[in-house]
Antibody, heavy 116, light 110 residues
Framework: QVQLVQSGTEVKKPGASVKVSCKAS????????VTWVRQAPGQGLEWMGW????????HYAQKLQGRVTMTTDTSTSTAYMELRSLRSDDTAVYYC?????????WGQGTLVTVSS | QSALTQPASVSGSPGQSITISCTGT?????????VSWFQQHPGKAPKLMIY???KRPSGVSNRFSGSKSANTASLTISGLQAEDEADYYC??????????FGGGTKLTVL
């Protein structure tokens, strides 16, 4: 069965960077893109961007342009999302998910807390 | 792009039907048949309930159905059950390789 297993909870100071990993199994990793979505405490879902696992093409949300980088390692079926220059309003649960315009499976989420 | 518009909350009694609306624009919901609906229980990851407007993934109850008219998509849940109580989010392709989510709707089963 499809599984997306994400790295653990992170606590960062403002201005720092965080890199979240997402290891996929149970399907052909290069057959589907990976989408990243985040959810601030008590808030809704926010699309962060998407990466093609076939050729590495990326599309990021405009508000995160310049601070976010999504990458993949096809040899280990793992996707990564790095967010730089962290601010307090980046505190959220970060999800990786399988698919591009239709997301059909989600990771368990990674809580990233930004606090001084 | 702006978030899709959903009612903040809806409620219904067990056995009843409810409908959650998701209003976008001619640049997203109105232009593409790529609306998805997700169910999210507290502390859990979202779960896909409807994709491409009206298709149900394997394993999702046929009590869940989706539709679209112009710039508004809708999710209908019939025969409400206690376990349906959750947050529901719509999501649409918005062109230029982007997705947009709705603000979410809290469903309360009375």
């Amino acid at each position: 069965q499809v599984q997306l297993v994400q790295s653990g909870t992170e606590v960062k100071k403002p201005g720092a960077s965080v890199k979240v990993s997402c290891k996929a199994s149970g399907y052909s990793f290069t057959g589907y893109g990976v989408t990243w979505v985040r959810q601030a405490p008590g808030q809704g879902l926010e699309w962060m961007g998407w990466i093609s696992t076939l050729n590495g093409d990326t599309h990021y949300a405009q508000k995160l342009q310049g601070r976010v980088t999504m990458t993949t390692d096809t040899s280990t079926s793992t996707a990564y999302m790095e967010l730089r220059s962290l601010r307090s309003d980046d505190t959220a649960v970060y999800y990786c998910s399988k698919g591009d315009w239709t997301i059909d499976s989600w990771g368990q989420g990674t809580l990233v807390t930004v606090s001084s | 792009q702006s978030a899709l518009t959903q009612p903040a909350s809806v409620s219904g009694s067990p056995g009843q039907s409810i409908t959650i609306s998701c209003t976008g624009t001619s640049s997203d919901v109105g232009s593409y048949n790529l609306v998805s609906w997700f169910q999210q229980h507290p502390g859990k990851a979202p779960k896909l309930m409807i994709y491409e407007g009206s298709k149900r993934p394997s394993g999702v109850s046929n009590r869940f159905s989706g539709s679209k008219s112009a710039n508004t998509a809708s999710l209908t849940i019939s025969g409400l059950q206690a376990e349906d109580e959750a947050d529901y989010y719509c999501c649409s392709y918005a062109g230029s390789s982007t997705l947009v989510f709705g603000g979410g709707t809290k469903l309360t089963v009375l």
